[in-house]
């Protein structure tokens, strides 16, 4: 089997578990909104208070989000034995874990990029941020699905490993949140999105080439 | 492959570096004692008050070295997890299990004196300037470490997840304090500077060299001793440990 076959059936087979366990899924995405609902709730409805916070709350929430969805990247494959025989497959581990990655994104992290606009009517965002928005969670939530593999694979097994991970991870997701949201907020006051974007585009891009290899090189500790 | 005559892998072995790390420490511990003292008599008996901040700025002597020996020892651990992973030596994993402790102990002091400092300076425990944000930071990766080594119960595979770990954490380091700097000078908050000190006099300096050096002998020295009880616990089985051990119990000398 070719590499690229091997990748395409990686991916299109995650996918399609992902679709069998429908609740899984939506989870992680409702805590979004919820989260986002909880705002307003526990600030107050002034709505000019709500324009302030919400490219802030919205990243946050999307960040701890796909912090919740990454606990499933590889636990179901790592209790059946699954990527034991990816590690022991002649296809390269990277790439079947990029594939992995990838399929984790599509069904955690696109899902927050198509909610957001919606939140962000919530708090009254003006179109041009909700595109803004939607562009930085496009170019961010697959840098968070990234660098939070490497700690999904470190923890595998691990007591704790929920808590853990996030300790593990989070502090690693400040850079994305920090340009993520200032993008929204230098759309908000009038200042150009230009510098941010190509920063988060800076981060994506080697992102997906390492992550892959420190990913399978995590996973192969914890499959020793 | 020994062409220089000097065994640069001897002491690699937990065996050897036992021996050497218990020759060391005392030394060590001693000068870092000694220098301690006299950093602290010139930081805090002969530097002159500060005309624009008083007495208050006597904690710089604490702060500024914690908060460098914050920074190195983070670079220590990516070093010895470099190594380890590449040359899959044992007692790489020990040293960066043995640093992570104290670096955690000086980023928390680095942040604590800076907030002790920071209340009568800028009427402020806290402000969420680059350089407090980026140590805070660097106090969770220390933190995120220590917590996932000591989840692992195999030690060979917390070692190697830990090296990895405290790399990516080290390639990020960098990009954390970049980030978070733009971050602050986006929100014109806070707008307090650190680096604007004006030149100092030459007492303070050498007061803060010599209590720099003097937390540089104390890790050294702590880590040495850390190792020293990491190697005893994973060799636990081998001769030369209950050789040592029946040694001490019965009175000899180690």
């Known amino acids: 089997m070719s590499a690229s076959r091997a990748f395409t059936a990686v991916l299109k087979r995650d996918l399609r578990l992902a679709l069998r366990r429908k609740s899984e899924v939506l989870t992680a995405v409702f805590f979004f909104v919820v989260v986002a609902a909880l705002f307003p709730l526990g600030i107050g409805p002034e709505l000019n208070t709500l324009r302030l916070i919400a490219p802030g709350v919205l990243w946050v929430g999307a960040l701890l989000s796909s912090m919740l969805a990454l606990q499933r990247l590889f636990e179901a494959d790592y209790r059946d034995g699954s990527l034991e025989q990816m590690a022991l497959s002649p296809a390269p581990m990277p790439l079947l874990v990029a594939a992995k990655l990838l399929a984790h994104w599509l069904v955690s992290g696109l899902p927050l990029v198509l909610l957001a606009p919606l939140l962000g009517l919530q708090f009254d965002l003006a179109p041009q941020a909700l595109a803004t928005l939607m562009l930085t969670l496009l170019l961010g939530t697959p840098v968070l699905s990234l660098v939070g593999g490497i700690g999904a694979a470190l923890t595998l097994g691990v007591r704790g490993g929920g808590v853990l991970l996030s300790l593990l991870v989070l502090p690693l997701f400040v850079p994305v949140l920090v340009f993520g949201a200032g993008a929204v907020e230098a759309q908000i006051s009038g200042l150009g999105i230009q510098a941010h974007i190509s920063i988060l585009l800076a981060m994506l891009l080697p992102a997906v080439f390492f992550s892959p290899f420190a990913c399978s090189a995590a996973l192969r500790i914890a499959l020793e | ?254």
Request: without cysteine.
């Open chain 2, 1 to 254: 492959m020994n062409r220089t005559g000097i065994n640069w892998f001897y002491f690699a072995a937990p065996q050897a570096f036992y021996g050497l790390a218990g020759k060391l420490l005392p030394w060590l511990a001693v000068m870092a004692a000694l220098l301690g003292a006299a950093g602290l008599w010139l930081g805090f008996a002969v530097a002159p008050t500060d005309f624009q901040q008083g007495e208050g700025y006597r904690i710089i002597f604490l702060h500024v070295p914690a908060s460098w020996m914050s920074m190195v020892i983070y670079l220590a651990m990516a070093f010895w997890s470099v190594l380890g992973l590449t040359f899959n030596t044992r007692l790489s994993g020990m040293m960066t299990r043995a640093l992570a402790p104290t670096g955690a102990l000086f980023a928390f002091l680095s942040l604590w004196t800076g907030a002790l400092w920071g209340k009568p300076m800028w009427g402020a425990w806290w402000v969420w300037d680059a350089r407090l944000t980026s140590e805070l930071i660097l106090f969770f990766l220390y933190l995120g470490y220590i917590a996932l080594t000591s989840a692992i119960d195999d030690p060979k595979r917390g070692d190697k997840a830990g090296a990895l770990i405290a790399i990516v954490g080290a390639i990020n380091v960098p990009i954390i304090y970049f980030s978070v700097t733009w971050w602050n000078t986006l929100h014109q908050g806070a707008s307090v500077s650190l680096t604007k000190s004006p030149s100092m006099a030459a007492v303070m300096l050498w007061g803060m060299l010599l209590m720099a050096l003097a937390f540089w002998l104390y890790t050294i020295a702590l880590v040495l001793y850390r190792v020293r009880t990491h190697i005893l616990q994973r060799e636990a089985h081998t001769e030369w440990v209950k050789h040592l051990m029946s040694a001490k119990a019965f009175g000899g000398a180690a």
